[in-house]
């Protein structure tokens, strides 16, 4: 019972010191406000455009199924070294975990999401 006393007032006195480090982020700041100061800085050059571009959506979803995979790999990977001692049932358990996710990729090969045109 001590221990889930000491986490809870370490929980406590952490969110209290994020929650001040806030406030005092607030009460510190520079208010004076003028065009110059809010102005865009780029080398000296006054700004062309929006900074705001507009990507096609295409490039997400190239971003999601890259996102995917790489966190399969960080999941197999453990998995990979320890499977003499896991035994058969870990073994059954990662080769569902990879059907479920070439499950997933015949679905974005299905749904054209993998065609770049």
Known sequence: MKEFVCLA????????????MVVA???CQYKSRCNIKESTYECGVNP???ARIQFDV???NYAVMFLIFDIETIFLY???VF???LGWFAIIEAFI??????????????KKMLRWV
């Open 48 to 50: 062309i455009e929006d």
């Open 78 to 80: 453990p998995f990979a």
């Open 58 to 60: 295409k490039y997400f």
């Open 83 to 85: 499977v003499n001692w």
């Open 9 to 20: 007032v370490f929980i406590i006195l952490s969110a209290m010191f994020a929650v001040a």
């Open 97 to 110: 975990f990879a059907a479920l996710l070439l499950f997933g990729l015949v679905f974005a090969i299905n």
């Open 25 to 27: 982020g607030f009460i």
